[in-house]
């Protein structure tokens, strides 16, 4: 019997046509709620559209102080400290709480202690400090979109933790062979996650739910990257880099870098505005915040805070008329006036403020950190 090669080669392409298509059609993980506005992933982050979940809770800011094993408590609307608790101890050593992070389902935020390997949980309906729980290493920590894994980046183990959200167990560890896991983002269709690596000057490419490291992306210019966030359009994903003192702008598809913004010294962390018309990028090293214009990718203005500062970590507020950032080195808060740029108050904490949580937020889910609502 005689071989058509023509059909053999026929049935070979359209095999691969079929795989290339089941690639293509697996679209947003399962349980995902869905991107409703595809030009902006943050639209159901705007002003007013708060989820039933946080009906009730007291507008408040949380304030983990790193130096000193607390958390303030601040009313946005007085400026005042309204609360103020320590966080619990081992064997008398620092905890270092790095990071107060709104849970996936927006009922629950946890105060991440790395070097005390402990997470504290805070009731946002009433403020009040809850229970405390063992996790190897939270110094940050994200949540799939699904909810269905908490994962805690333990930066010093280089590794990526996924646990059940509600027991905290572990499911399962994933090596990351970088060093400094700790800041991360996921595309629209949330399969992939990039996340940075503080110490090696790169960043990851992760399949959730393969659980597997992807590919590594060296960045240029070199330094010491930290917040990582996906752009409204959902199309680049923007890093801010502390050494290099900017913002890389980067593909997660292909996964490399097309660009890289000059922010200012010590560029740190990375907010949108509530219309997501700018990224708020704050500048630790020389106290200001450059703004971002998010449709052209172009520096628009920078403020400056008044004698110095060194904005970290934060949030803007639920109506988005205030940007709220720690000061790391200066036992502070600053409150922006998102309109003017003018600083609207600053307030003394303890020592060591970092990844503070405005909250509650409009959204109907948080990816983590101190806040990442989609």
């Not at 949330?190 to 739910?209: H, N, P």
């Amino acid at each position: 019997m005689k071989t058509n090669f023509r059909y053999v080669f026929a049935a070979l392409v359209c095999g691969a046509c079929v795989v290339a298509l089941s690639f293509a059609q697996q679209g947003a993980l399962p349980g995902m709620p869905p991107v409703v506005n595809p030009k902006n992933v943050y639209s159901e982050t705007a002003p007013g559209k708060f989820s039933p979940a946080v009906a009730g809770f007291p507008s408040l800011v949380y304030v983990p102080n790193t130096k000193s094993d607390t958390v303030d408590v601040i009313n946005p609307d007085t400026f005042k400290i309204v609360d103020h608790f320590a966080l619990p101890k081992k064997n008398g050593k620092l905890m270092e709480p790095q990071h107060i992070i709104p849970s996936w389902n927006l009922k629950k935020l946890w105060v991440a202690q790395d070097l005390g390997d402990q997470l504290t949980a805070i009731d946002p309906a009433t403020g009040k400090k809850g229970e405390s729980v063992t996790v190897d290493d939270p110094y940050n920590m994200y949540s799939t979109p699904d909810g269905k894994y908490v994962l805690v980046m333990a930066e010093r183990e280089q590794r990526i933790d996924f646990r059940d959200p509600e027991t905290m167990k572990i499911v399962a560890r994933m090596p990351v062979n970088c060093k400094g896991v700790n800041h991360a983002d996921f595309t629209p269709d949330g399969r992939i996650m990039i996340a940075t690596c503080e110490f090696s000057s790169e960043l990851i490419k992760i399949d959730i739910v393969a659980k597997k490291v992807l590919a590594h992306l060296p960045l240029t210019p070199k330094g010491m990257p930290q917040d990582c966030r996906l752009t409204p359009d959902g199309k680049h994903f923007l890093v801010a880099n502390m050494e290099a003192d900017g913002v890389h702008v980067v593909d997660a598809e292909p996964f490399h870098q097309v660009d890289f913004i000059k922010t200012g010294k010590g560029a740190h962390g990375i907010y949108f505005s509530r219309d997501s018309k700018y990224a708020y990028v704050s500048n630790r090293g020389e106290g200001s915040v450059t703004l971002i214009d998010t449709a052209t990718l172009k520096i628009d203005r920078k403020w400056m805070i008044p004698g110095g500062g060194s904005p970290d970590m934060g949030g803007v507020s639920a109506d988005g008329k205030s940007l709220w950032l720690s000061g790391r080195y200066h036992s502070e808060v600053y409150v922006f006036d998102t309109t003017t740029g003018k600083l609207r108050a600053r307030i003394k904490v303890g020592d060591g403020p970092h990844g503070l949580c405005v909250y509650p937020q409009p959204g109907r889910y948080s990816l983590g950190h101190t806040g990442n609502m989609r």
